[in-house]
């Protein structure tokens, strides 16, 4: 039981750095407005799965690291993504009864807010997005969402994450 | 947030965590890597031959050009001295490589694996092969962040290269656009005319390629001519950038500290 709890932790961190990892990957030019908010989906699908160990704590660390790596300003990511934290600790048990596709339209909700809180930010910081791309991100996340979510319930049933 | 703008000690502190941001930018790039491991590895020989051939023949030329260069640097040198200017056109240059690009479209800002070991400082600039990039905004201890002069939040005065009209060009968040700002309508230029930087912000150098001016429209409604310029350097497709240690900061600053 210890061993397993210790195993879920580094599961649960594996997964958190290597989405941070993607959230840095260069992408083409065209499908840069595109780019998933892979660690936000990451992140809601641990709470949901796992309230009482991943909650607005991890999600404010995660964010901030996400801040140091992306070399956006201290904090915006940190407050976006604590705030998509307690969206879903308030939601969890209502989204473990979903379909897919119904946690799919959430999971769009929740990164639409996301990337309007990232993109409030920026612009106090003074960087103005000249169009409504900067949401694009939140379509493509919801396409995604079934697909990841899938994948880390395996790599949870496998590494026996509880 | 408003630290990050408002504190140069937090800005100090936020550039040397990006020591934890290296192994991601390290990774990140490894297939980029491997793509050109293979690229340079795998090539039949023809193309080495061609290439071979190709290089040689373009070292000639170059190497003509600088016999006039050197030339006409050493005439400079002597009519500056004429002139009593101070300038020093000697730069020296340090070749960086760059690691990883903001994910964020909004923000051109590039990152490269030089920092504060190799000397780098904030507010240097970065050029390519072909013309200007940018400025160091961030050193920390083993990468630095590079702002692009596409980026929305920078501009750098610039010159005309025919005719020495100075402007200022701005960045639009597109890679192949600079603005010129309030450019009169009846102001010689011309599509296709080089923008050099003109060295006035005082933190590039002169004479470094900027721009290539591809519209001017003219609206007699308007006060000012709307002037669009593309940047010489190929700013999201170098591998390599060249960072510039300008003798001439170093003249600034012990006059500052002398005054």
Redesign the interface.
Known sequence: MVLNQGNGHWVIATTLLAAILLSIVPMPLWAQWGRPAIVAMVLIYWVIALPEHVGIGVAWMVGLLQDIVAGTPLGQNALALAVLAYLALILYQRLRMFTPLQQAIVVFVLIGLNQLLCHWVQTLTGTISPNLLFLLPALISALLWPVLSAFLRLLRRNYYVN | ?????RFEW?QQA?AK??I??TP??W??DI??KISGWGKSTIRSREILIKDNDRLSAETTLLKAQVQKLASLEAENVRLRELLNSSAILDDSVLVAEII????????H?I?INKGESDGLYVGQPVIDALGLMGQVI?VGPLQS?VLLITD??HALPVQVNRNGLRSVAEGV?L?HQLILQHVAATTDIKVGDLLVSSGLGQRFPVGYPVATVTEVIVDPGQSFATVKASPSALL?RSRHVLLVFSHRREEVDNGAQSG
């Open positions: 947030m408003y630290g990050g703008q937090f936020n965590l990006s934890v941001a991601f930018y990774l990140a297939p980029s990883g690009v903001s994910p964020d479209p909004l923000h800002q990152i961030g962040r929305t939040s968040g890679y999201n």
